[in-house]
């Protein structure tokens, strides 16, 4: 993992059908440099889904720093990053600028 670099945590279980479009994107940003990523089973880990409230699946949690996101991430006119939470699956230009944002 790239010490300092953003993390980005995705939250995933076996049934997801969006982390098959979501997953290649996160390791092609990971395998770039962008990101470290940590991809969590929630049918494995529960505490952790109740920890941060996910109620959806996928969801991406934002970190820098170590510490979570804080405030809105805009993208398009659309606020897709809340407080470190994004629900639901984005293409590549979309994570992109997101991560940009952070």
């Given at each position: 993992?790239?010490?300092?670099?953003?993390?980005?945590?995705?939250?995933?279980?076996?049934?997801?059908?969006?982390?098959?479009?979501?997953?290649?994107?996160l390791?092609?940003?990971?395998?770039e440099?962008?990101?470290n990523?940590i991809?969590?089973?929630?049918?494995?880990?529960?505490?952790?889904?109740?920890?941060?409230?996910?109620?959806?699946?996928?969801?991406?949690?934002?970190?820098?720093?170590?510490?979570?996101l804080?405030?809105?991430?805009?993208?398009?006119?659309?606020?897709?990053?809340?407080?470190?939470?994004?629900i639901?699956?984005?293409?590549?230009?979309?994570?992109?600028?997101?991560?940009?944002?952070?």
């Amino acid at each position: 993992m790239q010490s300092g670099a953003d993390l980005v945590s995705d939250q995933i279980t076996p049934r997801d059908n969006e982390r098959k479009f979501v997953a290649p994107v996160l390791h092609r940003l990971r395998d770039e440099g962008l990101i470290n990523l940590i991809q969590v089973d929630l049918d494995k880990n529960r505490p952790l889904g109740q920890k941060f409230n996910i109620t959806a699946i996928p969801t991406l949690l934002f970190f820098k720093e170590g510490k979570m996101l804080q405030g809105t991430i805009t993208v398009q006119g659309q606020p897709l990053v809340r407080d470190g939470m994004m629900i639901g699956a984005a293409g590549e230009p979309v994570l992109r600028e997101i991560i940009e944002k952070m």
